[in-house]
């Protein structure tokens, strides 16, 4: 009781971000410092903890992730046995709770066969170019999301674009609209959208929204959803942070997806905040990116927003065949779809061994044969993707990665250039973007595929997110995002290897302690 109260003084005075911030911090201190006294106090429950902490590293070494992340982890558990033990617990684990990995488990199993691949638009790949085919081959393995022919595709270079078509797509809905994001920020861009989507649902339409709890949490008041479901609007919350007694903080909903009565899909690095339409000035000019689809490739997201639905509200109506059908593609757009190349939708899931955004960037990275050229907010890489990028170059590809000018967490800009050296010294050419801070996800290779989604080159990002993106070959968008790199390498400064080896030395020595705990950060 006393606690309750204590918390709502705290809430009211500091404010829910600074809040959560500190019950965070006092979670990690409390846990750290319970295991740390009971081991000075009871010398067989230290010595238990050690051997528990011995096991965890072996445990550790056999998980089929990054090397990187083994090595911090058992650094930091091996000199450190009771504090380290006690953090890992806490944070070191890919995981959500138990119930909710459940869900997710039974929820794939329902929704098997949801989206079967046309066996035309397999065949037409194939003959198009095996190499491409097998990228998108693996995707439908491995991710369950086939490959089509009969979507458009429009890539925009600044979130203001996409914001102005969303509105008018949003206007034009019917019958559904699906949203799932992992900021939403009051301002002009989520004002607007709230008053089409109250009035949609006032309408009649079927309006969902979800979004992530952690990336909200600066910018939502708490239980949010319960105003959005006052307004009409059906809301739920990916994982929600619990202060005090929540202790499984990693993985997160990261994706960015909207669908328009099942034929009209957004997605890309776009969250719904002023900043990323440029509205709200924090960090210079928000470069950022985003593409729309029209077509058959938008029942991908459509699926992919039904699985998150049902497994936040632990339903399975939405994924029961006889209801899936009133939320295909074709079922609200009579006419033909266009042709466009082929477009692939895909998510990827922490919940499984399957790391899709990283293979798909290596697939893309490892066939290139001209040239790759990329778009990233942080550069935050393991071993295999630092191989692969510098192979690549080494053998005569034109590597270009293009990140921020103006950081938006100042030791994350710090760890991202202390992978600069390497990559320039196999010849891949790094651009910071001078204009402000650049927060697209995006690939382009050989002026034939190219990736835009949510998937950051980073450690959370490539293995402990939600994430989704789509892949294409030979689409419009393909070439817009090319152009789109050219233009903004024009805006950026290149960096040489002399800038990189004359930083002063209490900088190069943060960057290496910074490297040391990349995969935690």
């Keep these: 009781m006393f606690l309750t109260r204590l918390y709502k003084i705290l809430k009211k005075v500091l404010g829910r971000p600074f809040l959560v911030i500190l019950s965070i911090l006092l979670q990690i201190l409390w846990f750290a410092a319970f295991i740390t006294v ?23 070494l056999n998980r089929r992730v990054s090397s990187s992340y083994k090595l911090a982890w ?15 617990l806490m944070f070191g684990n890919s995981r959500v709770a138990k119930k909710t990995r459940e869900q997710f488990r039974a929820v794939r199993r329902m929704s098997e066969g949801a989206r079967p691949e046309d066996p035309e638009d397999r065949a037409a790949i194939e003959e198009a170019d095996p190499d491409a085919a097998r990228q998108s081959r693996y995707l439908r393995d491995y991710a369950d999301c086939p490959v089509y022919r009969s979507t458009e595709t429009l890539y925009f270079p600044e979130g203001d674009d996409l914001y102005k078509v969303m509105i008018e797509e949003l206007e034009k809905a019917r019958h559904f609209i699906f949203m799932e994001y992992f900021i939403i920020d009051n301002g002009e861009m989520w004002g607007t959208i709230l008053k089409i989507l109250e009035r949609k649902a006032h309408e009649g339409l079927d309006v969902r929204i979800i979004y992530d709890d952690v990336g909200c949490v600066g910018t939502l ?17 990916f994982n929600p942070f619990r202060p005090i007694i929540s202790v499984i903080l990693n993985n997160r909903d990261h994706r960015k997806i909207m669908v328009i009565d099942g034929h009209t899909g957004f997605t890309g690095g776009i969250n719904l905040a002023d900043e990323y339409i440029n509205r709200k000035q924090r960090f210079g000019h928000w470069k950022d990116t985003g593409i729309m ?11 992919m927003f039904l699985q998150m639905w049902s497994a936040v509200t632990g339903t399975m109506d ?16 009579a006419e033909a779809f266009e042709e466009d190349g082929f477009v692939q939708p895909y998510g990827d899931s922490p919940l499984d061994d399957e790391t899709v955004g990283e293979n798909v960037y290596l697939h893309i990275i490892n066939n290139a044969q001209r040239y790759v050229h990329i778009f990233t907010p942080y550069l935050i890489i393991d071993e295999q993707m630092m191989t692969a990028l510098c ?6 590809v034109d590597v270009r990665i293009v990140t921020p000018g103006i950081p938006d967490k100042r030791a994350i800009f710090q760890l991202s250039r202390s992978y600069y050296a390497q990559l320039i010294e196999a010849g891949v050419h790094i651009y910071e973007y001078m204009p402000g801070f650049l927060h ?82």
């Design 38 to 60: 009971l081991g000075f106090r009871y010398p067989y429950f230290a010595g238990v903890v050690r051997g528990l902490s011995l096991l965890i590293v072996l445990v550790i």
């Design 74 to 88: 058992t650094l930091l558990i091996l000199a450190l046995p009771l504090v380290g033990f006690a953090i890992y």
């Design 221 to 237: 008041p708490a239980k949010f959803y319960k105003e959005l479901r006052e307004r009409g609007i059906k809301c739920e919350v």
């Design 293 to 303: 689809l029209h077509g058959e490739a938008v029942w991908n997201f459509t699926v």
């Design 318 to 333: 939405d994924l029961r065949m006889e209801t899936l059908k009133k939320y295909h593609t074709d079922i609200w757009h």
């Design 391 to 396: 192979l690549a170059a080494k053998s005569g």
């Design 440 to 521: 697209a996800k995006c690939f382009v290779c050989d002026d034939e595929i190219a990736t835009v989604g949510t998937v950051n080159l980073d450690f959370r990002s490539l293995y402990m997110h939600f994430e989704c993106g789509v892949w294409m070959y030979r689409s419009s968008a393909v070439a817009q995002v090319r152009e789109d790199l050219k233009n903004t390498i024009g805006l950026s400064k290149e960096i040489n290897l002399e800038a990189c080896i004359s930083e002063k030395r209490i900088v190069r020595l943060l960057q290496s302690l910074l490297r040391l705990l990349a995969p935690m950060l």
